[in-house]
């Protein structure tokens, strides 16, 4: 006989060692015994060192254990039964001679390791779910503050430094403690260390995120998802006791029926406009009318419009707004993000600059009309934003039809042109807005074009200085426009 005697309970590396020679030599169940420390664990493991045989003595084979069997192996080497040691050496010299053997419903010891590896993935998966680490403090590395927090879990099986490795990846920016009373482990940022067991007296108690995530979890809370069977099967009450958020859960079952009639009588949510775009159903009906005799109908085409790529992802149209008897228009260059969502032009940033101006200058914009050269916006998306891209000639062209309509029915005597784009689609002038500030073009319907800088611009402007000069220029742009509007009525 001969006795195997392994450091720890979890000693793989000192089991592997072990039972690779004696693979080699075939050496059979019968002929082992298994020690963890000075502790014997079955009847032979007493034996001393003269009853030890010789493994060279015997034939030498190659040994064949695949990466998947040794991740097995390590996994089931956690499991808590003594009987592991002995049913790993049978299902392991098994398959030195039968790849298949784990598949054997005959074959006890591999219906065993397979149920135990089944059990250690169980307990696993649960101590990933239900571990709740509380904060205990704080220690300074170097410039920086790391958070220390510390968790209390009891998990079925010695698995406490197999998912060593899971929590060091998942919480690499703060330091922390699992302890268990089989062992504990510690990250402190570079390195996982493992410590004896403890009792639970030396867990911490409740932190003051505790609340907090409380709070949270009451408010996500579904009653109208509540199936008490397989919760339990997922949450077993035994892990109740270390989770803040259980204390909740009897009130909350209890008062699921009265907010499952809560929920299904509040009114339902108006869907999110970027979501459901306005545009798909729009642009199913027919095509737009070549003859357009009013405003209205002008904008209830322009809502079809298709002839470039940017209706493809803008969410609507954003069509020009104001009284039909509106003698002075603003154009500006095309919709923005609000304007976007909300389907009306100069809403956003842009919008209340402008709308601070025009009070400024002593104009009610309520008396205004308000468009862009370009009906959709035009965006590159960035994360979760969508920042703003500029028009090409192409879009501006293609764009320039139902800004023609609009200076057709509003017939607008001043047209005030902020920004190049409007400018551009309004005179086709290609050169800088700069080198005809403070001038004048003739329109082709008869109306006096003023240039000017677009109110983005304005916010653009990193210095100060230059912002409030700027933005003085543009009230007097403005006033320009209205004392030339005063003088053409």
Known sequence: MRCITLDSETDFDGWRDAVRPLLAARIPCEALGWRVGNTATDLFSTMGDSDLFKVTDHPQYPVRITKTQVAMCKRVLCHRSPERLYHLYATLLRLQTDPYALDDPLFTSGLWVREADKNIRRDVHKMH?????????????GNMMRENFCAWFEPDHRIVEHTADFFAR???????????PDGCTHWDGKNITVSPGVDKSMAPDADDTEEAWKAYYASIFNPSRVKIGAMMAEMPKKYWKNLPEAE?????????????????????????????????????????????????????AARRCTQCNLHCNATQTVFGQ?????????????????EDIAG??????????????????????????????????????????????????????????????????????????????????????????KSVRGGSFEGEFGETIIPTVHPSFLLRLPDPAARDREYAQFIRDISRAEKLTKEAA
């Open 129 to 141: 779910a239900f571990v709740r680490f509380k904060k205990v403090g704080e220690r300074l590395v």
């Open 170 to 180: 998942r919480f690499t920016g703060m330091d922390w403690s699992i302890l268990t």
């Open 248 to 300: 909740l859960i009897p009130q909350l079952i209890q008062q699921s029926e009265a907010m499952s009639r809560q929920f299904m009588s509040t009114p339902e949510t108006a869907p999110n406009i970027r979501t459901e775009k306005v545009a798909p159903e729009v642009y199913a009906q027919t095509t737009a009318p070549i003859n357009i005799s009013t405003l209205a109908e002008a904008e209830d």
């Open 322 to 338: 104001g009284p039909m008897s509106a003698k002075l228009m603003l154009v500006g260059e095309q919709p923005g993000d609000q």
């Open 344 to 433: 009306a032009p100069f809403v956003g940033p842009a919008g209340q600059l402008l709308d601070r101006a025009l009070n400024e200058a002593g104009l009610d914009r309520g008396g205004l009309y308000v468009t862009n050269a370009v009906k959709h916006f035009k965006f590159e998306p960035r994360g979760k934003m969508r920042l703003h891209r500029n028009p090409v000639a192409d879009e501006i062209e293609r764009c320039r039809s139902w800004l023609t309509l609009e200076r057709q029915f509003v017939k607008p005597k001043v047209i005030l042109a902020m920004g190049k784009t409007a400018l551009l689609s309004l005179t086709g002038h290609k050169g800088t807005l």
